[in-house]
């Protein structure tokens, strides 16, 4: 396990940066906090959650650990501009929700004494900002490691420790490739048909009439436009399958409707009823 | 209020109608349940829930107000073979998911000393049968009731009552027209979305990767096939309009994935996000 005298730096104070800072914390461990923002720096100052804080990236110095929780292409330029404050031997990660195209950027400029192993931590919340953390969200989320085969077993341990430490649910590993077909269906996918129901009409009339089954369908369509057109844009070739893939399912269903195929539509909800099962939760 | 010597009977002993006849037991109301099924009726008599029950469809004489909690093309057919049993003056509702349809060709049979008021409980389950019977669904549902010129005032009274006597959250009237453009959009698209979603490919194997993102996108795919065909096909053009009109929107975004639009697809997630803060629960 990361020994309790580890230098642990978070940088990016947001929702997640503050959830994993808030994590260490309650766990026993002493971490440090960088976020240009002074007043999230000062928010995680207040809250005990770290050590110290700073919009000074100087703060890495010495660092065992640094977690980037930034946006792709903050943490691609905050890499080349302060990975000379590392010293050599710091182990890298992050929590970007895409993977291929994260990691073979910043491989691409990283110092060869500094190891980066990709993670994912598969939580977030619908508000953004330090004010908003909280470690209850990994309590039943998956951790993600991506480890490429430039990775050694010790970082690999490490990222395991993270993941324990922060308490998720499940740890797992996937390669890249694994890791970003996944994503592009269950989460970039799903995003996408959510804010595609919300943006189809201005149905905000309907509000009186809305049960739960639009509500559930619809809950993520609030969401973060600074990042998530990021993460569509590392993941293109994934997602834009996707979409296709559903687009023709939804339009064979339609076809179906028009066609009057009775059968054939009982066959596909009976399909849909089972697989459904398959993803209750145990 | 309705009197509590009326006789109610409920036809169709499944979810819905064994909600029904739980709700009125629980409010002291006398019922009356018919089913095709001895077990459904056995079971609402070992409940308690029915004072009487029957396979036979001759216990609906001498009701006061009969409920249809029918598939749509059963009810149509059941009313043709059995309103000779009705007295005069019987009030006759239903809990039919689409209503311009139902109300024509119920209407085109029905006796005219029989009034038919059309009623909507925007309330369900994922699992069919009377032992799944749950009343406590109508506490946060809307109940829609669906007059036309056709109505009196008296039955909308009824209408409304059942509403109260079960305890639905919010009571409300809508046209015919009104009620099924609502209903394709808020209800049918999304099955069929969620539907399609886990129809696509078998994602059964990501099971492990799901989050609440995923299980909440698809919980309505667990979806009676008997029932929903037969709504969709009653809702056909409004239906067809919904799913064209999603597919354009989901094909944008898309496009604006593959030519690398991030200020349109901001807009696009802005929007999305301000419309759907008007559907949090107040």
Redesign the interface.
Known sequence: MISRSAKITVVGLGVLGGSYIKGFYQAGYTVYGVDVDPQAVAYAEKMHWIKEGSTDASLVQDSDIVISALYPHVFESWIKENQHYFKPGTLLTDVTGIKREIISRINADLRNDVEFIACHP??GREYRGIQYADCNLFT???F?IVPTDQNTEAAKTTARDIAEILKFN?I?ELTPDQHDS?IG???Q????????????????H?????????????????????L???L??LN?DN??R??????????N??DL??N?D?EE?????????E?????D?K
Chains 1, 2 share one sequence.
């Not at 009439?209 to 609030?222: E, N």
């Open positions: 598969m939580a039943k989320a998956n993600i499940r797992s996944m269906f269950l989460s996918l799903t995003h996408i048909i959510a804010v595609s129901l919300m943006n189809v009409s201005d149905n905000t309907l509000v009186d009439y809305t049960g739960d089954s639009f509500r559930d369908l619809t809950r993520i369509a609030r969401i973060n436009e600074d998530w057109p990021e569509f844009e293109k997602l834009v996707e979409i296709d893939a559903f687009i023709n399912e939804m339009q269903f339609c409707i028009q009057d009775v539509m009982k066959r596909l909800l009976r399909q849909s009823t697989r459904r099962a398959c993803f939760r």
